[in-house]
């Protein structure tokens, strides 16, 4: 393709607009230059937003979608929080071995905690958000306002308390809570993704509208990537006051649109079957495809004669799709049928095994292919005893879909942070099992109450997170046992850690002199909580250091210490309060790339120049941090 020359000097406006594109999509707008006519542009008060740590206020009106709270929804995005994440063995299954992870607490601190440690390091987020549908959304997060408060922040009062606007305080309030929700977290979600990663959203009617806005805005809308419709009921509600709505839509989204691409589906039996070989080609399998086109030329319109003697010209307004001297090459290798009596329109042969290995997904998605809402809810009381203990769940079979056309290679990482069911988990173990894959998940859920009068309650089951928990222990053990006798099935890691968000490790010191009294600073000796464990003190560790929560943790007793070995020479820690000396050069001779102690474990700054002196002997690289 031949370029013509811009005969300028680079237009570095636009240069670094495509800069500041990249980092932050949702402040790309459009405006209108002098001649009224639409440009991109940047929306230099949400540009400034992004980049402060207070709320800037802005009054202008532009393209864009805006909400009361949009703004404090990003300052929140972007503010630091002190909250971690706390072990809880009790609750895991292989937890120093296996790669999976399920988080207890607000999926949005959850989501600013593992900011560090797995940015752009996630493939895939699949996320079924709440639907928004009247009924309420439990967040940690108090999005209701006082009618008079919203009612000042949206603008419907004057000075004097007059009202300017009708019947928007309630409609404007629902929509801008769970807008603000999903903001926020989708904002963190997007710096967590690959380069060649990809988002799924789940959603109904009743959002989609705004959900397609929002994502625009939050992943630029040149990364949106389809919207699936996916037939969620075999039947129609009958009981419908208006038309049944027998669908839902999946949003999908690309970190990067041009890095990413799906996979192709597998070609199925019944579309191989229009794949025959009536003429005993030596190359297989053909179907016949029609020669002509749409696009008219002059070259490519021309008679050709059938070996009947019959002659033929294109339809009208159409032309062959090769020049007669293509024509007659493909006659030669014969690739062109003219039917069994050679009488017919000329066709090209495309043999089967000169197709792509797959189909290109479409954005329809029947239930028969991947299931629907009954099929999720059987499969989870398959695993209950026939017991209901969670409304909606999706079907394995759906993301099992999703997870195939994302691309997903056999060591990445599937993010799910509104969990529910656990759906997602399951579907991530049935295709390691199927394909010998080691994909890991993220599993987040809030421990939202289960209802008193529900049967989820009623067994024993006090929050959702306890039921997607068990549904994974349950899912895994079936699985492996359904693929007991397949090679490799050994392998396959069912197992998770959990964690549960808590507030810090570290006690917060933020008193000024004059208000501390003996006793205070009796309480100050170590920096650290007294009801914490060496296993949050690592878990904490291994966060702040941006290390992934997956790494394998291997416990050994050296000299009477108990030391923590992460992945190998990753991190070596050691939380005791006593220290045996002897350690260090055991700990140094694994030469680890980091090593971390308790301040309060060396008596005195002698002891402390030892340890450096020694590593600096021992293990020169080795990085060395006390808390």
């Known amino acids: 393709m031949i370029e013509k020359l811009k005969m300028q000097t680079p237009n570095i406006t636009e240069q670094n607009m495509e800069q500041i594109a990249k980092l932050f999509p949702n402040v790309m707008t459009e405006t209108q230059d002098e001649n009224g006519t639409v440009q991109k542009a940047i929306d230099f008060d949400l540009l ?12 202008d009106e532009r393209y864009r979608l805006d909400w009361p709270g949009k703004k404090a929804a990003l300052l929140k995005a972007n503010t630091p929080i002190t909250k971690t994440l706390r072990p809880c063995r009790e609750d895991s299954v292989n937890f120093d071995s296996t790669e999976n992870v399920y988080i207890e607490g607000d999926n949005f601190e959850v989501l600013k905690i593992l900011q560090e440690s797995y940015l752009g390091k996630i493939k895939m987020i699949y996320i079924d958000p709440p639907y928004n549908t009247g009924k309420d959304f439990i967040y940690k997060d108090n999005f209701t306002a006082k009618k008079a408060d919203y009612e000042e922040e949206l603008g419907v009062t004057d000075e004097d308390d007059n009202k300017l606007f009708r019947n928007t305080d309630s409609n404007g309030r629902f929509h801008s809570d769970w807008l603000s929700m999903m903001y926020e977290r989708l904002v963190v979600a997007r710096d967590l993704l690959k380069e060649d990663g990809v988002i799924f959203i789940s959603i109904d009617d009743g959002e989609s509208g705004n959900v397609r ?5 939050v992943f630029g809308d040149e990364n949106f990537v389809a919207n699936v419709i996916w037939e969620k009921k075999y039947a129609p509600s009958n009981d419908a006051k208006w038309l049944s709505d027998n669908h839902d839509h999946i949003f999908i989204y690309a970190k990067e649109k041009e890095s990413w691409r799906p996979k ?9 079957k229009r794949y025959t070989n009536r003429d005993n080609d030596l190359r297989g399998n053909w179907k016949p495809s029609d020669l002509s086109v749409k696009s008219y ?11 009947s003697g019959r002659k033929v010209i294109p339809p009208e307004g159409r032309c062959w799709v090769v020049s007669k001297e293509k024509f007659q090459n493909l006659v030669t290798d014969n690739r062109i049928w003219f039917g069994e009596n050679g009488d017919n329109v000329p066709s090209i042969k495309r043999f089967l095994s000169e197709v792509k290995d797959g189909v290109v997904p479409l954005t329809i998605w029947k239930y028969s292919d991947v299931g629907h809402n009954q099929v999720g809810r059987q499969e989870l009381k398959k695993l209950f005893d026939d017991k209901g203990y969670f409304d909606g769940p999706k079907p394995v079979s759906l993301l099992n879909r999703i997870l195939y056309i994302a691309n997903t290679e056999s060591n990445e990482t599937i993010l799910d942070f509104f969990s529910g069911s656990a759906t997602t988990a399951h579907a991530v173990m049935k295709l390691n099992a199927e394909d010998n894959g080691n994909r890991k998940f993220i599993m987040v859920q809030l421990p939202e109450v289960t209802d008193e009068k529900s049967e989820a309650y009623k067994a024993g089951y006090k929050t959702i997170a306890e ?3 068990e549904r994974i222990r349950r899912a895994g053990k079936k699985i492996a046992e359904d693929n007991q006798d397949k090679a490799g099935i050994e392998n396959l890691d069912i197992g998770f850690r959990v964690y549960k968000t808590d507030s810090s490790n570290m006690k917060e010191v933020y008193y000024h002199p004059e208000q501390l009294n003996q006793d205070d600073l009796f309480s100050l000796e170590s920096n650290i909580k007294a009801d914490r464990e060496p296993d949050d003190l690592l878990t904490q560790v291994i966060l702040d250091l941006g290390l ?11 000299h009477g210490n108990k030391v923590f070995i992460v992945q190998t020479n990753a991190l070596v820690a050691c939380f005791d309060d006593n220290i045996n000396v002897k350690i260090i050069d055991e700990i140094a001779q694994l030469k680890p790339f980091k090593v971390v102690f308790k301040d309060a474990s060396f008596a005195d700054s002698k002891d402390r120049i030892n340890l450096e002196e020694r590593f600096k002997r021992l293990s020169p690289e080795t990085l060395i941090t006390v808390i």
């Open 467 to 469: 039921i997607g928990k």
């Open 213 to 217: 806005k929002l994502c625009d805005e």
């Open 48 to 59: 400034k937003q992004s980049l402060s740590s207070v709320l800037v206020d802005d009054a």
């Open 297 to 307: 030329s002059a070259t490519y319109d021309y008679s050709i004669t059938t070996p």
């Open 264 to 272: 192709a589906l597998p070609r199925t039996e019944e579309q191989n």
């Open 548 to 558: 992934e929560l997956n790494l394998p943790i291997e416990q050994k007793d050296m």
